[in-house]
């Protein structure tokens, strides 16, 4: 009952309230990003933004979760921030399989994002790491993963804008290569600390 009050009051707080409007923003603009995507790869039958769609309902999914569980109850914190550092384990076990792959071909072509749908999505990316940039300091579990997570994923979308600005041609395995070692790298880093704040809380 007192760990339900005290997450309760945390939700409360002037700082819960505030991670909750920006956790309301992201979805919102995460599910904006998602319809836009898919709608332009209907109407230009271009069949290349239809996985950026996919992943932004992914994100909206993801936030949309954390949402509903921040405050709600010690238990229901902790699992929510649990499958957060899993899906960032996830993601680092497929950045590693992505190197082995990318090196084992190495000389192949590579495909390489259009310049137009990797700044789209770095956009989209940086502002939901903007949204949770005041809480890239909290101990709190919640706040902690998401803001791990976005920082990935703007890091990631931000070096892969630059690298499809700069190889145009579907060739470019050593960037690309440098693309999924940041995944990796910062996945993994981001999994521990999540867990690390997870058994310290």
């Known amino acids: 009952m ?3 009050l005290k997450t309760a009051s945390v939700r409360e707080s002037d700082s819960g309230k505030r991670f909750l409007k920006a956790l309301r923003l992201i ?3 995460a ?9 332009f790869d209907w109407l230009s039958a271009s069949g290349k933004y239809f996985e950026d769609g996919a992943s932004w309902i992914y994100d909206c999914a993801i936030y949309g979760l954390v949402a509903i569980s921040f405050g709600r109850s010690v238990f229901y914190e902790r699992a929510a921030a649990f499958m957060l550092s899993l899906v960032l384990t996830a993601a680092g076990c497929q950045g590693s399989y992505d190197v082995w792959s990318e090196i084992a071909r190495r000389g192949h072509d590579v495909s390489v994002d259009t310049p137009f749908s990797a700044l789209v999505f770095a956009t989209g990316a940086i502002l939901e790491a903007a949204l949770l940039f005041k809480f890239r300091k909290s101990r709190e579990c919640l706040m902690m993963a998401t803001w ?3 920082r990935n994923s703007a890091a ?7 690298v499809s600005l700069v190889f145009h041609a579907p060739t470019a395995s050593g960037p ?5 070692c940041l995944d990796t790298v910062l996945a993994f880093q981001a999994a521990f600390l999540v867990a ?3 058994v310290e809380n």
Request: proline share 0%; aromatic share 4%.
């Open 156 to 162: 990631v979308a931000l070096a892969g804008a630059a």
């Open 2 to 4: 007192a760990e339900t």
């Open 176 to 180: 690309q290569i440098f693309l999924d």
């Open 148 to 150: 791990l997570s976005a």
């Open 31 to 39: 599910l904006t990003m998602s319809v836009s995507s898919v709608a």
């Open 196 to 198: 690390k704040g997870i």
């Open 27 to 29: 979805s919102i603009l």
